[in-house]
């Protein structure tokens, strides 16, 4: 009993000293209550016990997934992290364990899918880091004075709606993909210049593409 006690006492004390410096000490482990570090929000066992974590409350899913903090990312490394955290927080992997611990690696496995896809998409990526900034969405109303933008989207529109043609929605099918991809560049470019009102409005187009991407997945004839 003694040399356990003595064995947590010694992993707190190395926590405590492993933690950033001014950042305060995470809560104590749920299962054996050895003190622990700060968190970054990457998920973490107890260096005693091994007992899985919470996720932190609003955790950075840049940090999280191991990326910078830039609308350009490495989709590969991406893809890679994501694999490593599911492995590591899969709730198959807590069958036997706690029901307190099964529920934590659910909650981590559905937040490093949401950080995933979220990074994935240009769409999602770039919204998410008008939110880390503090700049709030643009709205349908903001591309109002783009005149010519909207009719191009109320063109596309018409032509979807009307069209029963495989060919012609393969054809809108491209046109969007190359409007997306045009966006996708100006977009890199505003982030990179930290021009984070011209990012707004080209996120706001990219918006009204995203929406027709939907309606095209519903108008695809099976094949």
């Not at 016990?49 to 830039?70: E, I, N, T, V």
């Not at 706690?98 to 896809?117: D, M, T």
Request: proline share 7%; net charge neutral.
């Amino acid at each position: 009993m003694r040399a356990a006690l003595r064995a947590r006492l010694g992993w707190a004390r190395r926590a405590l000293r492993e933690a950033a410096p001014g950042r305060a000490p995470g809560p104590p482990c749920w299962s054996c209550g050895t003190a622990l570090a700060g968190t970054d929000g990457t998920p973490r066992f107890c260096p005693a016990c091994q007992a899985l974590q919470p996720p932190a409350p609003r955790p950075d899913l840049f940090r999280l997934m191991d990326c910078d903090r830039s609308f350009s990312i490495d989709v590969r490394q991406l893809q890679r992290r994501f694999r490593s955290l599911q492995r590591a927080v899969h709730p198959d992997r807590f069958g036997q364990r706690p029901p307190k611990e099964q529920y934590y690696s659910e909650q981590h496995s559905s937040l490093i899918n949401k950080a995933y896809q979220t990074l994935l998409n240009p769409l999602s990526r770039g919204l998410y880091l008008l939110e880390l900034s503090g700049v709030e969405p643009a709205q349908e109303t903001d591309c109002d004075a783009d005149s010519a933008f909207l009719m191009e989207i109320m063109e596309i529109n018409e032509k979807l709606a009307e069209s029963k043609n495989e060919d012609i929605i393969e054809e809108i099918e491209t046109l969007i993909k190359v409007k997306q991809e045009e966006l996708t560049r100006e977009l890199t470019a505003a982030f990179e210049r930290d021009d984070l009102q011209e990012a707004k409005k080209l996120l706001g187009k990219m918006k009204y593409f995203a929406n027709l991407e939907d309606k095209l997945k519903t108008k695809k004839i099976p094949s």
